[in-house]
């Protein structure tokens, strides 16, 4: 990747976090292809909700392990020490963070599994489609839609602005903007500033 881009991802969160995810869906789906047609020859095409659920199993396992691992390269590797830890949000651990996502993810499942598995069992029952060409067009499917309804949701929650502290910790609040906080602030203490030395001169 070249340093420019790289540089882009790793300062972006909306994108580096929507890229990790599809990146590790998409590998995941390609790494249990061939585990699945296999299964299926094994117990029989004709379980086909039981072979969707073998899939999806096996697609979060793998999903998750390479999610992790992504995450830290986009937003907690700096190889060169050349990443402004200033602009960084405050006390970002990378364990916190990015099992905040997965967390979001989680809540997501039910929608996934229904357009994941479903489709995918529906797509064996009334294509006959084959369970490796099945779990392709519908687990993709499935990223596809929590994509777009996570990124919705993270810009509301925070998790996908580059300013927000996730830290779980007595004094920071979870999800608080810091940079938004700041401003207010700033905006507060300024009409004081103003008034202060017309006040002066009028005495």
Same mark, same amino acid.
């Given at each position: ?12 969160? %909306? &994108?580096?976090?929507?890229?990790? /995810?599809? *990146?590790?869906?998409?590998? =995941? ?6 585990? &699945?047609?296999? /299964? ?6 004709? +379980?086909?909700?039981?072979?969707? &659920? ?7 396992? !793998?999903?998750?392990? %390479?999610?992790?691992?992504? +995450?830290?390269?986009?937003? +907690? @590797? ?36 229904? %357009? ?5 069992? =529906? ?9 490796? @060409?099945?779990?392709?067009? *519908?687990? &993709? ?8 309804? +996570?990124?919705? @949701? ?9 300013? !927000? ?22 905006? *507060? ?12 001169? *009028?005495?």
């Amino acid at each position: 990747m070249p340093t420019r881009a790289f540089k882009f991802y790793q300062r972006n969160r %909306v &994108v580096n976090i929507n890229l990790n /995810i599809l *990146a590790a869906g998409l590998l =995941a789906i390609v790494l249990i292809k061939l585990p &699945v047609m296999y /299964i299926s020859k094994w117990i029989g095409p004709e +379980h086909k909700l039981l072979i969707s &659920v073998i899939a999806y199993i096996l697609d979060t396992i !793998v999903d998750v392990m %390479v999610y992790y691992g992504l +995450h830290w390269v986009a937003n +907690h @590797w700096d190889p060169n020490n050349r990443r402004d830890l200033a602009k960084q949000p405050k006390k970002r651990r990378f364990i916190y963070d990015a099992t905040r996502i997965q967390a979001e993810r989680m809540a997501l499942v039910p929608i996934f599994m229904l %357009v994941a598995i479903g489709g995918m069992w =529906a797509l064996q029952e009334y294509f006959s489609i084959g369970a490796s @060409w099945a779990l392709i067009y *519908a687990f &993709v499917s499935a990223m596809l839609i929590t994509r777009i309804i +996570h990124t919705f @949701w993270g810009y509301r929650s925070g998790t996908f602005k580059d300013t !927000v502290d996730f830290m779980i910790d007595d004094d920071i609040q979870i999800g608080r903007d810091l940079t938004k906080e700041a401003e207010e602030a700033n905006r *507060a203490a300024q009409p004081k500033q103003d008034s202060s030395p017309t006040d002066g001169a *009028a005495s």
